[in-house]
């Protein structure tokens, strides 16, 4: 998962792996290796062959906005215990056929979401690349993307102060971003026919 976001989040910007390199060192207080040695770095982490390490991950967190353990989020077994991969092959049916012969086990964890019809907003107006123009709310796939992007960086925490402003924004618009004129009713009625949620 978190390979799949250095991805999105590098792509979103439309940075090649270079571009992302050069925008990484302007975030890292320390120097870093030379170019080559990042990008070959850089398709490592992206491909999830290697997972940063402690002196990265919050650089590269820094780099897209993004809080460590949201693009990081760390899954343990019980404490003290190493998770190997035969414990996990008698505890996980990993690919629902034969075992892997590869030395390395992946193990790919997918979490249902059902967000509220008012996260769903937040993410949109104050957690998304930049607020959709009105015209953008028509087209279903950037609105899917946007939220996608949202839910892949925020927090429960932030998703529920998203909510909670976009709550108050219909009570009193003055409170939030100067969005258009009529554009928290489009983005509800998006929201509905999009992903099927009401408030």
Known sequence: MWAQQILAARQVRQWSQGDAVRELRTVSAEPLPDDETMIRQWKRWESGKT?????????????????????????????????????????????????????????EIRLAVHPTADELMGLVVFAGTGVLTP?????????????RFALAYGGAGEVATWAQRIREMFA?????PELPAGYLPKLRRTIARIFGVVA
């Open 135 to 147: 015209d953008e709310l028509d087209d279903d796939a950037a609105v899917t993307e946007t939220v």
């Open 172 to 176: 009193d618009p003055a409170t939030g």
């Open 51 to 107: 997972m940063p390490g402690t002196f990265y991950k919050p650089l590269i967190a820094n780099l897209f906005g993004a809080s460590v353990l949201g693009l990081f989020p760390e899954v343990t077994g019980v404490p003290g215990e190493p998770v190997s991969a035969p414990r996990l092959r008698t505890q996980v049916d990993l690919f629902g056929g034969p075992e892997p012969q590869d030395w390395q086990t992946r193990v």
